[in-house]
């Protein structure tokens, strides 16, 4: 499963998710929705702005959970 870590990269930036939707007009209730992974995909346009806003990259974004990680 991958996992992305907006609110981590929120949280080290000192930003809020009210921010983060200002600066890339997304709504809150989309970005809840990102963050809790009830996605089934995320645009390159996203990706890229998230990392712009978030001073990171693609990599430092998304983390890969193995399946027997999240049953513990």
Known sequence: MVKINIEK??????KSKY???QKMNITSRNLNRIIRGQTSSISFKYIEEFCLYLNCSPGDLFTI???????H
């Open 9 to 14: 990269l929120l949280k080290e930036n000192k």
């Open 19 to 21: 921010w983060l939707c």
């Open 65 to 71: 959970v193995k399946e027997k990680e999240l049953m």
